[in-house]
Every structure is written in C-alpha cells, then in structure tokens.
C-alpha cells in the first residue's frame, strides 16, 4: 500500500497526517508502528487521519493512533496541525472548524499570527470518568509507585492525566516512574504522567510521559491538564504560559464549567509517500 502523508509538528510534538476523506484508510497496529518508526518509518508521537464528518454540524472526524499502534481519544497538539492541515490542503476555507473525536467534539481556530487556538472542552475531575479507581474525591491523591509515594491529580482532557508538582522538571524522575505510572492499576485505562513545575502564578514548566508514545517533547492536552490541576488547586492563576521541551503552549481556563483553550504553533515539515506493508519493522 503507498500511501501519500505530512509530517507536521506542533511544539516540537510530531505527527504523521493522513488524508482520509478521500479514500478510507485502514492500517493495523503494525503498519501504525511502522509509520510512527524513526528508524524503519517516517517517524512521529501520533498519526492522524482525517475523516469526513458523520454528524450534522461537524466539519471533520479525526482519529488518533499512538505510536505504539493503539488508538487514543485526545490530542492537543495534534489538534492544531489538523486545522492547519486541512487548510493548506483546501479541504475547508475556514478559520475554525468543529471537529469530532471519539472524546466529543473540539473546535481548532487559525489565529491572524499563524498560531491555532483549540476549544478543548471542560476538564473532567470526576473518578469515575477519568477514570481513576479511588474511594476518595480528594483533588490530590496519593499514588503508591511500586513503593515510591507521589501526589497526583487524575484530571481528564478527554484522555486521562496524572499530574503531579516537581520541584525540577530537569532533575525529574520521568524516565523511571512515567511508565510505571502510564501503567499503573489505579488507572484501568493508563494514564498520561505530567511532571509539573511552577515557576510563579502564570506560569509552569512541564514535561509529559504520554501513554502509548512514551516522553514527549510537548503535551497539548497534558499541558491542558497540568494548568487545570494547578488552577484548582489555588496554585496558578489563568492564562497559564507551559513552557515545554519543544516550546511554549499558552492555557485559558476561567473555572467551573467553562471550556478550557489552547494557544501554540502548528507547522508543516515536509510532504512525501511511504510504501507501507504488514510488517512490524
């Protein structure tokens, strides 16, 4: 199968971007692995496919494949190389689009300075619905690590969170507790892990083991979570400037029940076709 793609990045967070509304495009797990390879592959955290819409009202569907071939509900950063991708493909003429996912619909806006701003809905604190197995409704929780204890903070973005404040993102753990945290029992799900600092009221440092993609340069939907997490918890204040490995994303979130938005880059690296095969790499 040859299939025609882009690369893009947002924040340093890499993408393979396939045009799905002309053609269906169905890869299995080990096609999506050897795609996301950046060895055998073309190399990226997430592929993207873009679909048409199946619902009234909605402009696109999109769906989201980890690296690891599984199939994920969020993406942040993916989120705003979509709109810009289909824009530059003129698949739409518009500045914001509603896009479906399978976490609910989210609406991405091109900005007048090249940045794209997304509506990222309201953040879930619910146990249930993170899903996080406790018999607490404490904001923060203790999570026993194989024996290390940490604080987090469950928080969905549509995909579910485990941030917890560090006093270093550089001297940070990331490496050995992320994936014991990605997979932890008390999130039957896995989880995302954030590894949060705060710098002053506005502002954060964060990194991100993400599930099913390990670290990432950038995380829109854990920075998403990080600045939700911090605001609840009286430690920040909205708009929240999340500083990454791969470069800054900017979070708006006013409380209660109101959305939360998402500020940062969206770029197009380089276009190409990929014959692609059953084969694992």
Known sequence: MRLRFTKMQGAGND??????????????????????????????????VVERARTPGVDFGYRIFNA???????????????????????????????V?????????????????????GRPVFDAARVPFVTDSDALVQPLDVDGTVVEITAVSMGNPHAVQLVASVDRAPVAELGPRIERHPR??????????????????????????AGETLACGTGACAAAVAGIRRGLLESPVAVETRGGQLTIAW???????????????????????????G
């Not at 976490?103 to 007048?112: K, N, Q, T, V, Y």
């Not at 006013?254 to 694992?280: K, L």
């Open 15 to 48: 993408f393979v971007v396939l045009d799905g509304t002309r053609q269906p495009i169905a890869l299995s797990p080990a096609m999506l692995r050897r795609l996301a390879d950046r060895h055998f592959g073309i190399g990226a955290d997430q592929i993207l």
């Open 68 to 98: 690891d071939g599984g199939e994920v509900e969020q993406c942040g950063n993916g989120a705003r190389c979509f709109v810009r991708f289909v824009r530059d493909r003129g698949l739409t003429d518009k500045d914001e689009i509603r």
């Open 100 to 120: 479906e996912t399978v976490a609910g619909i989210i609406a991405p806006r091109l900005e007048r300075d090249g940045s794209v701003t997304v509506d990222m």
């Open 187 to 212: 999130f039957p799900q896995r989880v995302n892990a954030g590894f949060m600092e705060i710098a002053d009221r506005n502002r954060i440092r964060l990194r991100v083991y993400e599930r099913g």
């Open 254 to 280: 006013r409380g209660a029940d109101n959305p939360v938005y998402m500020t940062g880059p969206a770029e197009t690296v380089f276009e190409g076709e990929i014959e692609i095969g059953g084969r694992s």
